[in-house]
């Protein structure tokens, strides 16, 4: 979870998919007791515009980097995805793999594109401030990224990458870990180009200091269950509770009605057995030592609408609050 309002996420990522195309029907309902695993001995008693990221030590040319950390196996391996070329001679790609970039920059280098790989670090190897990149266009045809029918494809055209303009894509040799495990791609004029781009996630430097060798599996006792509904917390709580997890409610609500204004969640970790949830499957949750260590709590913000979604995240056991202040609720009303 992260420190924005809740409440004006929900909204927001509501008013996004009403956009998009439907969804298949939900799959059905089923019993509390299937649903989160709970045996039936127990019973009721107890029971993602696409962001410029980074990547450490490459070269401004787009070339990978001749040092830098290595954890895993190196991904530079992979082959660049398909590049198809339309006959008004705009190329076309998917969303690459993490794995793919390198491979990737070095296709489009070949076919005369400006491409630039820039190397994400760890803060204390970065000092770059970021920016610059251009922003969303008027021209839908001048957004380097395009809506499919696969989802999304890079079009690289001169609309979408102007003259003096460079298209640059992120990528980490310490990939898997951190925030290399997304890609990033942007459009920034080529005397711009930032030499790195800090990766912010926490623990970083001790995963690379520790090498391959950080990583020991899932710890014993691990739970999983899928993030619960707004009428389903107490239940759901109890069951924690029981289980030995450090758990806690707080409740959205207006600021004349709750003095607290939330945040302090813990961000993104360099581990990926550390991370509450992943980017791919937001819907369950991995409860274990890692993911709520020591000191910390696992914390369900119950949303006003009890149909709107709950929020999960950990933080640290002594700033949890019963309540935190949802400002959407205090956001004036859009004219008629």
């Known amino acids: 979870m992260i420190s924005r309002p809740r409440g004006f996420e929900d909204r927001l990522k509501a008013a996004l998919l009403a956009r998009l195309p439907e969804t298949p029907p939900p799959t059905p309902a089923r019993s509390f007791a299937r649903r989160y695993g709970v045996p039936l001995a127990v019973g009721a008693a107890t029971v993602a515009v696409v962001a410029v990221m980074t990547v450490p030590g490459s070269t401004r040319d787009g070339s990978r980097p001749a040092d830098g950390p290595t954890v895993g196996p190196s991904p530079s391996a992979t082959g660049a995805p398909e590049i198809r070329k339309d006959p008004d001679g705009a190329l076309r790609f998917g969303m690459p793999e993490p794995g793919q970039v390198p491979a990737l920059v070095d296709a489009l280098k070949k076919l005369g594109v400006p491409a630039v790989l820039v190397p994400m670090r ?27 029918a696969d989802g999304f494809t890079v079009k690289v055209d001169a609309k979408t990458v102007p003259p003096g303009y460079a298209i640059t894509f992120t990528w980490a040799d310490y990939y898997p870990f951190g ?63 029981a289980q030995g997890v450090s758990v806690a409610v707080s409740e959205s609500k207006a600021a004349a009605e709750c003095p607290h204004q939330g945040g302090g969640y813990r961000g993104p970790q360099a581990d990926p057995e550390a991370e509450l949830r992943t980017p791919k499957d937001l819907d369950n949750l991995k409860i274990n ?48």
């Open 122 to 148: 760890p803060r204390s190897q970065c000092s770059e401030m970021g920016g610059g990149y251009r922003g969303p266009q008027a021209d839908p045809e001048a957004e380097v990224m395009q809506r499919s």
């Open 179 to 241: 925030e290399s495990r997304s890609i990033g791609i942007g459009v920034i004029e080529a005397s711009k180009v930032p030499s790195c781009t800090v990766d912010y996630s926490e623990g970083l430097e001790d995963v690379l200091k520790a090498g391959s060798g950080y990583f020991a599996g899932e710890p014993a006792g691990t739970i999983r269950i899928p993030l619960p509904k707004a009428g389903e917390l107490p239940e759901v709580v109890r069951s924690l509770q």
């Open 289 to 336: 030592s890692k993911t709520v260590p020591p000191g910390y709590t696992l914390v369900f913000r119950k949303p006003t609408d009890p149909s709107q979604r709950v929020g999960a995240g950990v933080k640290e056991t002594s700033r949890v609050t019963p309540c935190e202040i949802d400002f959407w609720l205090d956001a004036p009303s859009p004219p008629n």
